[in-house]
């Protein structure tokens, strides 16, 4: 099939429809998602705007709809590789032209020695994580380095890796995934997934905050739309879109946009792992506002009734009171590591809110009756 395409009026069509479904009444649409009927996207859309279906009532229905026991959870803790970034995005910390931030990056034994140290602690999923920078030998240097982070996390025994490096050329994946098993179809063994952020479908707010600079290697919103496609022809099975919650003012189009992309990569029978963070103060930025808790978790019920084969994934960017709210629905809580395996990137991208050890965070959901995959709780040590 081909790669996907976003067209914005069709968007803008879905959301009209369904603000006239919310407008004239869900009461219908309720029955049927509590009963367990599927929706379609105009309808998830209706859910999301009725004034009359209170954010509880959305989450009892979704979580009528999870699975008996649980919560069923996966985790995996990011690490960055460096923070220096040429992409000019308005709201992130590591934008190039943030003076205010400390840029470096691992070497090798640094990253590997970082690796040592979650795998220690019990974790056996890992985001490998960079800035985004222009063709040249920087580039070459920083994709060389995330093929060689991917390679040694799965060495190691790490059984879950998320590469979020930017959007890649054709020639770059082969570069990223030479070292790494293939099953006899030519499709990459382990599971990699593939991390690109959207961050909005609205064209206009993307250029608005992502630039229009042609030497801006963020800036090509097509390109980035078009990655999860150039990651499944490369061999990949595995996807992690995501929108920045509070960059588009119009939640409901983001919403009908992230669910058409959803939907083309299921059709590429891709894994798909969505997230949902929100937009927080970062280094060199004004503090900015994100949604608030109630339309957050609107969002993750509407997914989780809606796109029950899709896992959506949270962070300790959440106070733990919010992932506490959104645990019983969502299928992957991400812990920041608070010391011993990280650099001093607390500022780096957005503000991180709960400052627990992994160790407290995952062991309050698994005293609580959650399982929780990729965290071998019963290896952890006591202290880094």
């Given at each position: 099939m081909g790669w996907f395409h976003l067209e914005g009026d069709v968007v803008a069509a879905a959301r009209r429809r369904a603000a006239s479904l919310a407008a004239s009444g869900v009461a219908e649409l309720v029955a049927r998602a509590a009963h367990g009927d599927?929706?379609?996207?105009?309808?998830?859309a209706g859910l999301f705007l009725s004034p009359r279906l209170s954010t509880e009532s959305l989450i009892e229905i979704a979580?009528?709809?999870?699975?008996?026991?649980?919560?069923?959870?996966?985790?995996?803790?990011?690490?960055?590789?460096?923070?220096?970034?040429?992409?000019?995005?308005?709201?992130?910390?590591?934008?190039?032209?943030?003076?205010?931030?400390?840029?470096?990056?691992?070497?090798?034994?640094?990253?590997?020695?970082?690796?040592?140290?979650l795998h220690r602690r019990g974790l056996r999923g890992i985001a490998i994580l960079s800035g985004e920078y222009r063709h040249g030998t920087f580039?070459?240097?920083?994709?060389?380095?995330?093929?060689?982070?991917?390679?040694?996390?799965?060495?190691?025994?790490?059984?879950?890796?998320?590469?979020n490096v930017g959007a890649l050329?054709?020639?770059?994946?082969?570069?990223?995934?030479?070292?790494?098993?293939?099953?006899?179809?030519?499709?990459?063994?382990?599971?990699?997934?593939?991390?690109?952020?959207?961050?909005?479908?609205?064209?206009?707010?993307?250029?608005?905050?992502m630039g229009t600079n042609r030497d801006n290697p963020r800036s090509d919103f097509?390109?980035?739309?078009?990655?999860?496609?150039?990651?499944?022809?490369?061999?990949?099975?595995?996807?992690?879109?995501?929108?920045?919650?509070?960059?588009?003012?119009?939640?409901?189009?983001?919403?009908?946009?992230?669910?058409?992309?959803?939907?083309?990569?299921?059709?590429?029978d891709m894994a798909v792992y969505v997230s949902l963070p929100r937009l927080r103060k970062a280094s060199g930025t004004p503090s900015a506002q994100g949604v608030d808790d109630d339309t957050l978790a609107r969002l993750v019920a509407l997914l989780a009734v809606g796109r029950p084969d899709v896992k959506v994934v949270i962070s300790?960017?959440?106070?733990?009171?919010?992932?506490?709210?959104?645990?019983?629905?969502?299928?992957?809580?991400?812990p920041y590591t608070e010391t011993g395996a990280r650099f001093d990137l607390e500022a780096s991208q957005f503000e991180v809110l709960d400052h627990r050890p992994i160790e407290e965070i995952l062991g309050e959901f698994l005293a609580a009756g959650a399982t929780i995959d990729r965290f071998e709780a019963a290896r952890r040590t006591s202290s880094p």
């Open positions: 599927d929706l379609n996207d105009v309808e998830l979580c009528g709809r999870r699975p008996a026991g649980g919560p069923y959870l996966e985790t995996f803790s990011p690490l960055y590789i460096t923070n220096e970034c040429d992409a000019e995005c308005r709201m992130c910390g590591m934008r190039s032209t943030n003076t205010a931030l400390v840029r470096e990056s691992a070497d090798v034994p640094t990253v590997e020695a970082q690796l040592d140290i580039r070459r240097t920083m994709i060389a380095r995330a093929a060689h982070a991917v390679a040694a996390a799965l060495a190691r025994g790490f059984t879950h890796v998320l590469i050329e054709v020639e770059e994946y082969a570069v990223l995934l030479a070292a790494v098993p293939r099953t006899a179809d030519g499709s990459i063994g382990p599971q990699l997934t593939m991390c690109t952020f959207q961050e909005t479908y609205s064209r206009d707010v993307y250029a608005r905050f097509e390109r980035r739309l078009t990655n999860f496609d150039r990651a499944r022809d490369a061999g990949m099975w595995a996807a992690n879109p995501g929108v920045l919650l509070g960059l588009a003012p119009d939640v409901a189009s983001e919403l009908l946009a992230l669910l058409a992309h959803v939907r083309h990569l299921r059709a590429r300790t960017r959440e106070s733990p009171e919010m992932q506490r709210r959104l645990v019983p629905m969502i299928g992957v809580l991400t």
